[in-house]
């Protein structure tokens, strides 16, 4: 029997009742963007949960019992050793709302839907307030209009004096109620090596020896900017391939086993200007390894230095880069329930004509053990 042919009409009908409501129920989620830390964090259980607190408290060691020759027939000293200092940061709240009004719900209802956009509410809070934090552990939660968000990384990287001859700036912020300038807490650094890597300081630091108080919360502000790396140049990008392999040296000589950086996030014009300055190595630079060695998410087009991974994310400030242990890093949550987040809803509202609301919260913080295990890269100074 012969196939009788569709009219135009049939046509458009099938388009519109059958394939156009498939089509537009697949959305395509173009909000996010390559954030890598706080997912690793929550993948290697970096979430430490404390429910019922104002504040988060945590001790660092800084110091040791003196070690003395000891001399015949002559008596002991007895005296307690203050090895520890105690941190303290205040516990934040967030919060981020959605709302869908009674009439709205029953537009969207029954089988002539193209999406049931209600069921979408909750997972886009998740998304917004993951999002939140993907760009907050970056910031300082002490600069002028952020001091009740989440205290990100920028909180304890306040920097001194630093000229373009320097390859680091002299550290001179705060966090969780501790300084981090060199040599609060005491200490010792020694000073044989000749040019300093920061004239202020007038020492080897961070290269030579001295004692584990003088540093224990200081991070390294490495100066990208600086003409002293042997590039002839005071350029940030060229520069950056160098100070990335310094960094990493004094990070892992200064702290040692788990303290020693396995992660280095870049804004991308900084990553690619790494990439650019080595673009006749990379093709032997085998595929980070960290999602097959250790169960953790991979980055694709991350770059591998000695077992570190050097990634462009995108809520780093521009031309900065900052190099950590993610082992000494943690986001703390106090909520009752001890989850991350907490959701309330959907709720009908009487004032809202019975609009039906959503919420989520947080509370907590991120926690950095001691910002002695971070450096910073950065063009401080350039001239």
Known sequence: MATIPLTLADVAYD?????????????EDMTMRSGFLYPRLSQQGGIVREPGAYEDIWKIKVRLPEVRPMVNHQGLSFQPTQSEIQCRTQLRAMETTESMSMMDQWINSGPNALRKMVNDKGNDLRKAMTKAFMGDV??????????????????????????????????????????????????????????????????????????????????????????????????????????CSQAQV?????????????????????????????????????ENPSAIDIGLPGYKGA????????????????????????????????????????????????????????????YGNFRFKSFAHIAKLYPYATA
């Open 15 to 27: 388009i519109q009742i059958n394939q156009l409501p498939n089509w537009i129920r697949a959305v």
């Open 138 to 243: 970056w910031l300082s939660g002490s600069s002028a209009g952020r001091t009740d968000r989440y205290e990100g990384i920028e909180t304890g990287l306040g920097s001194g004096t630093v000229v373009v001859a320097d390859k680091i700036a002299k550290p001179d912020g705060s966090y969780a109620n501790q300084a981090t300038d060199v040599a609060t807490n005491g200490g010792y650094w020694s000073s044989d090596l000749g040019t300093p890597n920061n004239a202020a300081l007038a020492n080897d630091w961070p290269d030579g020896s001295g004692d584990d108080s003088y540093d224990c919360t200081s991070p390294i502000l490495v100066n990208t900017g600086s003409t002293s790396w042997g590039t002839g140049s005071n350029s940030h990008r060229v520069n950056l391939f160098r100070a």
């Open 250 to 286: 004094w990070l892992t000589q200064l702290r040692g086993g788990d303290g020693a950086p396995d992660l280095c996030a870049c804004d991308a014009w900084s990553f690619q200007g790494l990439r650019e300055s080595q673009e006749a190595k990379l093709r032997l630079v085998n």
């Open 303 to 362: 770059v591998n230095l000695d077992g570190m991974t050097i990634y462009p994310d995108f809520y780093c400030p521009t031309s900065t880069c900052y190099m950590m242990s993610t082992s000494k890093i943690v986001v703390k949550t106090a909520l009752p329930s001890g989850q991350l987040f907490e959701t309330r809803g959907p709720i009908e509202v009487p004032q809202l004509a019975f609009s039906s609301v959503w919420a989520l919260f947080t």
